[in-house]
């Protein structure tokens, strides 16, 4: 096998015929009153405009859409917004300068003169059909009719509601950057630039959805990525039709990977920019949506999910060490529980070194089960501490760990060894860097709990078997799930394993082909 073999990004042409047809289907859902609308063009008269636009947006029946008429120069306008997205300060500088204009200062050729020198604004463009117009007027810009005039101003004069950059809650670092991703698409992509400061940059915008029609933004280096890569996840975004993205990137995740019931993640979210941007760098792509703080990267691997932004912030061999110590942690949270249970059933294998282990305390209830209270408990707990209101966290981590544990112990639900190797296992689940990777990783040992109770030794080996082999026969967008050890990779496998300083960092990984393979 080559070092750097090529995988080819090509859609799955074994696609079932039943869902091509769902496909097509969907796409003749738009009635012919939506296909008008679409050529629609913007008419000379005002007044038919209007009432075009006041009944598809329900004007008068939303308190919040808005229609402004007004007078400038002899021309009568009609301003349509959406309060709340509407700038007052700039729509105010904008009507003042309006109410100052003369008829001989803008005819002929109103809408050139209001565009390059009367409306004073960055983000002006003209528009000529009426679905153009309802597309922007919706996404929270100021769309300005005039009578007599065939196309429309629309403005940029919206701010979202919003708050400030803040490091991420799940992301953390005790070096290193305080900003985070939020919710407004525009800022996010800004923290991005702010890091690749390069002309070959790429951020293409589209939207999707036929009702919400949320932006999706598409960012990648144009002379490092691979095009076949590009293509591959345009021509899915392409084929999505739904009516709206409620969950955003989650959605649009499940729509590009394909339906599947792998529990581990095949792309990987992030909401640290340095981090993305990192990623742009290799020649990955990371897809922004907008309402969300999170944005995709892909394609990805296993050990992408494992990696961490504090191991760069540190010297090599502190990076490497606080990497080892997070892949312990990874794998004590899949594997200690099975084991420990192995020897629980077979203590006769134990050797005289540790055969402290098991439990010395007896129960009615079997050790099998003991653990599985034990995991729903401790799952239980943990989204109890999600929905719990900050002041009551610190009183409800008292009851979980005094009261229940302690009382679940003395009463003889549980043992205190269950209890001990359990909370070894979450540390090492919330030490992972990816947290849709620690819930996979809960999953499989379940499964592994289970096949290790069942079958004894040979449960745990052939369920470590079966794990290994799902992951790998998992792609991510044709990307080998386990590289670089299937297929072995030994440069990009030490580059895993060791924390590389960053001058001998000199090459891209292979496995996203990059087009330009040398970063120094």
Not at 128 to 136: F, Q, R, Y
Not at 347 to 354: D, S, V, W
Request: net charge neutral; glycine share 4%; aromatic share 8%.
């Amino acid at each position: 096998m080559k070092k750097n073999m090529k995988l080819k990004y090509q859609s799955k042409t074994n696609e079932k015929k039943v869902t091509e047809a769902e496909n097509k289907s969907t796409t003749k859902i738009n009635t012919v009153e939506e296909k008008l609308n679409q050529t629609l063009k913007i008419s000379k008269e005002l007044s038919k405009n209007k009432k075009i636009l006041e009944e598809r947006l329900g004007v008068g029946e939303s308190f919040d859409m808005v229609c402004r008429e007004m007078n400038f120069a002899g021309k009568d306008f009609a301003l349509f917004f959406v309060n709340g997205f509407a700038d007052s300060d700039i729509m105010t500088q904008i009507l003042k300068e309006l109410a100052d204009l003369k008829r001989e200062e803008i005819v002929p050729n109103i809408l050139e003169h209001l565009l390059e020198r009367y409306v004073s604004h960055i983000q002006v463009k003209k528009l000529k059909t009426i679905n153009e117009a309802m597309d922007n007027i919706l996404s929270g810009q100021l769309v300005m009719f005039i009578d007599d005039q065939e196309e429309a101003l629309v403005i940029d004069a919206r701010k979202y509601p919003g708050r400030n950059p803040e490091e991420p809650d799940i992301e953390r670092v005790v070096r290193g950057a305080r900003d985070g991703f939020t919710e407004t698409l525009l800022l996010n992509t800004a923290l991005t630039r702010r890091r690749i400061r390069d002309e070959r940059l790429r951020m293409e915008i589209s939207q999707l959805g036929e009702r919400s029609k949320t932006d999706i933004c598409i960012a990648y280096l144009k002379d490092v990525t691979d095009p076949g890569l590009i293509k591959l996840i345009k021509q899915k975004l392409e084929e999505i039709k739904i009516d709206g993205l409620p969950m955003a990137e989650k959605s649009l995740e499940e729509f590009i990977i394909g339906r599947s019931w792998n529990p581990y993640p095949l792309v990987r979210y992030t909401e640290r920019p340095d981090v993305a941007a990192a990623h742009l760098l290799e020649g990955h792509v990371i897809l922004y949506v907008d309402t969300s703080p999170s944005v995709i990267i892909m394609p990805t691997t296993f050990f992408h999910h494992v990696q961490h932004a504090e191991e760069y912030r540190h010297t090599p061999m502190v990076g490497t060490f606080l990497r080892w110590i997070r892949f312990f942690g990874v794998f004590s949270s899949l594997f200690l529980l099975p084991i420990w249970l192995i020897y629980v059933q077979e203590p006769e294998i134990l050797p005289k070194a540790i055969d402290f282990i098991g439990p010395k305390e007896t129960s009615k209830i079997p050790i099998y089960l003991q653990i599985i209270f034990a995991e729903l408990g401790l799952d239980l707990m943990r989204m109890a501490a999600v929905h719990t209101p900050t002041p009551l966290a610190t009183a409800m981590g008292l009851i979980a760990a005094v009261l229940i544990g302690d009382i679940a112990i003395k009463v003889g639900w549980v043992v205190p060894e269950v209890i001990l190797y359990l909370s070894i296992g979450a540390i090492g689940m919330y030490a992972t860097p990816s947290y849709e990777l620690s819930l996979g990783n809960k999953l499989a040992r379940l499964f592994l709990i289970f096949a290790t109770f069942i079958f004894k030794i040979p449960g745990f080996v052939i369920g470590t078997m079966l794990w290994i082999v799902l992951l790998a026969t998992t792609h991510s967008l044709n990307t080998p799930y386990l590289w670089p050890f299937i297929p072995f990779n030994f440069k990009a496998l030490m580059a895993i394993l060791l924390r590389e300083p960053i001058p001998l960092a000199n090459k891209r990984p292979s496995i996203v082909h990059p087009q330009n393979e040398n970063r120094q």
